[in-house]
């Protein structure tokens, strides 16, 4: 367990030398398209010019066109974005209620961009944007955690009470907001928000011990990632992997 000790330290430790504002993106965004966003605006911003008011109309006609392509509005809205204006962070604002599908990623991110650039200017103070791929809720980051029993053998009511127990306590007791929790046979889905320095790694094997103390049915085979939720069929793999074939014993 050392290995994911030291993860979870690092990642804890990586927040104290961080000094300003946090902005955490609170939808759920991929990885990669968060990447494609941020080269597009590095891109447009080396070629910047005033948000004159004939573009400025121009970007948002543009949003409202039904018959506009994609790769379009996403131009216009990392141009807003990066105007740095009150006027263009009205219109995203707007735009992310009722934005088309296709974009609406896009969207947020450019409102967030947009938060930012005003902020960091009329505070005068520096502001700090942390990308995760499940994103988060105030200043609380979210995680997915997925837990195995110890047995392929499913859970007793009895079990399922600790658990459901054990977790509500920990977590709380850690300023954590549980989503969704998922007990199925022989594995536990959790969706929670965490505070960024939690200490995540003794929250979930707390978690395990003390359900453990009625009778060692949880594993000490654990999953947390702030990246995505994990597959149907990313679960049944894993559980082939630990069970496999036979699904019996220890």
């Known amino acids: 367990m050392k290995d994911k000790s030291d993860v979870f330290e690092r990642f804890r430790n990586s927040f104290d030398h961080i000094d300003g504002h946090y902005h955490i993106l609170e939808r759920c965004v991929p990885l990669e398209l968060q990447m494609e966003y941020f080269k597009c605006s590095e891109r447009m911003r080396k070629g910047k010019t005033k948000m004159t008011d004939d573009k400025y109309d121009f970007y948002k006609r543009t949003l409202s066109d039904e018959e506009t392509t994609a790769?379009?509005?996403?131009?216009?809205?990392?141009?807003?974005?990066?105007?740095?204006?009150i006027r263009a962070y009205r219109v995203l604002e707007d735009y992310v209620q009722h934005a088309d599908p296709e974009v609406t990623n896009w969207a947020y991110m450019a409102l967030l961009e947009s938060r930012i650039s005003l902020e960091s200017e009329l505070l005068q103070e520096k502001q700090v944007y942390i990308s995760t791929g499940l994103g988060g809720k105030g200043e609380k980051l979210r995680f997915y955690t997925l837990i195995l029993a110890s047995a392929y053998v499913p859970f007793q009511d009895y079990q399922r009470r600790a658990i459901e127990r054990e977790l509500a306590f920990f977590l709380s007791k850690g300023d954590c907001e549980i989503e969704r929790l998922s007990i199925e046979d022989v594995y536990v889905e959790l969706?929670?928000?965490?505070?960024?320095?939690?200490?995540?790694?003794?929250?979930?094997?707390?978690?395990?011990?003390?359900?453990?103390?009625?009778?060692?049915?949880?594993?000490?085979?654990?999953?947390?990632?702030?990246?995505?939720?994990?597959s149907a069929e990313e679960i049944a793999k894993i559980i082939h992997d630990k069970y496999g074939n036979h699904k019996t014993g220890h």
């Open 71 to 85: 790769e379009h509005k996403r131009h216009a809205l990392s141009a807003l974005a990066l105007s740095n204006e």
């Open 191 to 230: 969706l929670f928000l965490a505070p960024l320095r939690a200490d995540l790694k003794a929250i979930v094997e707390n978690v395990i011990f003390e359900c453990n103390q009625y009778g060692n049915f949880l594993s000490d085979m654990y999953s947390i990632t702030n990246v995505k939720e994990l």
